[in-house]
Nanobody, 115 residues
Framework: QVQLVESGGGLVQPGGSLRLTCAASGSIFSINAMGWYRQAPGKQRELVASITTAGVPNYVDSVKGRFTISRDNARSTMYLQMNGLKPEDTAVYYC?????????WGQGTQVTVSS
């Protein structure tokens, strides 16, 4: 059974940093590329960063140079280091497979960037 648990969010000032963690259980992590998604109020959920099982990352243009995705396959854990945070990064952040294939989401972790 798949379980995804996101943590590490919080309130941070513009320019600040946060590190998000995704702990996965079940087979989802070992056989899939994984991604960090976010959903801001009134907007659709979007994929912001993904990483293959071999560790090759990919980023949406709006976070390139500021966010770094990584994964620890032995621990079934994925991370998102977010630096230079902007108010427009405010959202609930989720982890999941990329591409999506399950109708399942964890509870997410709230990131709020505000002065």
């Amino acid at each position: 059974q798949v379980q995804l648990v996101e943590s590490g969010g919080g309130l941070v000032q513009p320019g600040g940093s946060l590190r998000l963690t995704c702990a996965a259980s079940g087979s989802i992590f070992s056989i899939n590329a994984m991604g960090w998604y976010r959903q801001a109020p009134g907007k659709q959920r979007e994929l912001v960063a993904s990483i293959t099982t071999a560790g090759v990352p990919n980023y949406v243009d709006s976070v390139k140079g500021r966010f770094t995705i990584s994964r620890d396959n032995a621990r079934s854990t994925m991370y998102l280091q977010m630096n230079g945070l902007k108010p427009e990064d405010t959202a609930v952040y989720y982890c999941n497979a990329d591409p999506l294939y399950l109708d399942y989401w964890g509870q997410g972790t709230q990131v709020t960037v505000s002065s």
